[in-house]
């Protein structure tokens, strides 16, 4: 079982920054990709970004490419995204996940555990 704690959601306005953190205990951290997924009022959960045990992968939804970053740091358990020019249709509650496996993916079924996520509010 692995725990997972999300940080660093909040309200910013279009076009502004925020970094999110998860920190992920439980489980051996680096031997398994990680990915982040959202949530928007009325939506379906969708695929954000993933990352590969090591880092050296890493895979985008069209939406955020460009503007949003996932890294990690194995010797602090935690995964990163960090979020440049955001938009309005931004605005969701951020989920972090621990994949299954070490490879990325950006399906949620190669997910097994899943932080109770943190709410980004985009504003005009």
């Known amino acids: 079982q692995v725990q997972l704690v999300e940080s660093g959601g909040g309200l910013v306005q279009a076009g502004a920054s925020l970094r999110l953190s998860c920190i992920a205990s439980g489980r051996t951290f680096s031997d398994y990709a990680m990915g982040w997924f959202r949530q928007a009022p009325g939506k379906e959960r969708e695929f954000v970004a993933t990352?590969?045990?090591?880092?050296?992968?890493?895979y985008y939804a069209d939406s955020v490419k460009g503007r949003f970053t996932i890294s990690r740091d194995n010797a602090k358990n935690t995964v990163y995204l960090q979020m440049n020019s955001l938009k309005l249709e931004d605005t969701a509650i951020y989920y972090c996940?621990?994949?299954?496996?070490?490879?990325?993916?950006?399906?949620?079924?190669?997910?097994?555990?899943w932080g109770q996520g943190t709410q980004v509010t985009v504003s005009s």
């Open positions: 990352i590969n045990w090591s880092g050296a992968s890493t």
């Open positions: 996940a621990h994949a299954l496996r070490s490879y990325a993916s950006s399906a949620p079924t190669d997910f097994g555990s």
